[in-house]
């Protein structure tokens, strides 16, 4: 499929689904950039901490197009991060992050800015939030937020390194609240998500090995064999899911990979399952965890095996808070109305690094509608994937009024102190 034709660095084109009173926060100049960023971050997509060049055209970005002074934009690695200074020196700040990566596909869209870098695409839209945080700043530049914000350009989401990283430097230090968002083209272009509670899944992964002793497979009395075991838990594991958690909590519990043996007539010493599980509470995550490493031990008893097994604790569930989404919902309402506000619906089962940050402040994160009129609710990670140009000034205005009526919001209760 194709984004609808528009010329290049040129205004949004008329007809689209962006309403007036969005279009008219944007410059022709400031549209024309944004869209040319976007553009040249989508022909240039580079893979998790490889955001180099990404990383260059940003900066160089928050200060050509967004107009923010050069000594407040800055390298951390391959993140950028800028600051927008705020109405009043000593009032909260707040941050706005935006994802820079891509991912190992080789793009399908057809796209006349398709990339240029063979396997590599930006197949999951964050070539648009990174324009985003972009189009947020340049807005919060001519309208100040009270307080500073803070413009946190963060590579390596896809693999879940990026906002840890951003963290560890001391980034966000002193910031009282952060937001984002991700594209989605389930909903239209103008359709926005604040929704509280989950929004994205834990997504934990483990390894389970099963250690027996092998034999010739004519003599199986003589071995421990750890693929009968192997077949026995992956059926038994399928009871945690459907028998311990509740039935009205999304879980996961995925083996995806199975490994034994050499050769038909072998039994191997060990098999080793790995798999996934995601969950949108602690509770459950807990529980999924524990249940299966219980399962293993036991079934690997019954099998006369061992059973070693590792769970790498991946991104937490993603899950807004109420006041942080309540004041992304007023923005949303300003920005483009009351009827813009849709629910989620049935709730992903992806992950977002977004929630490491969210263990550690308050704060948001949105859907923004990418689906241009009458375009397909093509899925992320998909080849074909692309996020309507349009929902560019939509993420950005809607980003930089949930900055200001947060910051606001701190600065009253600083002064109810
Ligand atoms: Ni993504």
Redesign the pocket.
């Known amino acids: 499929m194709t984004a609808p034709a528009q010329a290049q660095g040129g205004a949004p084109s008329a007809g689209t689904s962006v309403p007036a009173a969005i279009r008219s926060l944007f410059s022709g100049s400031l549209a024309g950039g944004l869209v040319q960023l976007r553009r040249a971050l989508h022909q240039h997509p580079e893979l998790s901490l490889a955001e180099t060049e990404t990383a260059r055209r940003l900066a160089t970005a928050l200060t050509d197009v967004a107009g923010l002074p050069r000594a407040d934009v800055r390298l951390v690695g391959t993140a950028v991060i800028g600051r927008v200074r705020g109405r009043q020196p000593g009032a909260p700040v707040v941050a706005l992050r935006g994802?820079i990566d891509a991912l190992p596909i080789q793009e399908a869209t057809g796209l006349p800015f398709a990339s240029q870098v063979p396997g590599v695409m930006h197949a999951?839209?964050?070539d648009v939030?990174a324009t985003w945080a972009v189009g947020a700043a340049a807005l919060l530049a001519a309208a100040p937020a009270p307080g500073d914000v803070v413009i946190v350009l963060q590579p390596a989401?896809?693999i879940d390194r990026g906002a840890a990283a951003v963290l560890d430097a001391g980034v966000l230090d002193g910031v009282a609240a952060i937001f984002g968002g991700?594209?989605d083209r389930r909903f239209a272009v103008g359709q926005v998500v604040a929704d509280d509670g989950p929004l994205a899944a834990s997504a934990d992964t483990f390894t389970i090995e099963l250690v027996g002793h092998g034999a010739h497979a004519a003599r199986p009395q003589e071995s421990a064999d750890p693929v009968v075991g192997a077949g026995a838990l992956i059926v038994a594991a399928q009871a945690i899911v459907a028998r311990r958690v509740h039935p009205a909590t999304p879980a996961v519990l995925t083996i995806a990979t199975l490994h034994a043996g050499t050769a038909n007539n072998i039994i191997p010493d060990r098999a080793v399952l790995t798999g996934t599980i995601r969950t949108v509470d602690p509770a459950t995550r807990r529980l999924v965890r524990e249940e299966l490493e219980r399962m293993a031990g036991a079934i690997a008893t019954a099998y006369r095996l061992e059973a070693r097994i590792t769970v790498e604790l991946g991104p937490p569930p993603l899950v807004n808070p109420h006041q942080p989404a309540e004041w992304a919902r007023q923005a949303v309402r300003t920005v483009l109305g009351d009827r813009a506000l849709a629910p989620l619906g049935i709730v992903n089962l992806?992950a977002?690094d977004f929630a490491r940050y969210l263990e550690r402040m308050p704060g948001c994160f949105l859907r923004i509608g990418a689906r241009e009129p009458g375009g397909d609710p093509i899925a992320?990670?998909s080849p074909h994937f692309t996020a309507a140009e349009e929902s560019i000034f939509v993420g950005a205005a809607v980003l930089a009024e949930t900055a200001r009526v947060s910051s606001q919001a701190y600065l009253a209760a600083q002064a109810a102190k």
């Open positions: 994802d999951c839209g964050h939030h989401e896809e991700h594209v992806a977002e992320a990670h």
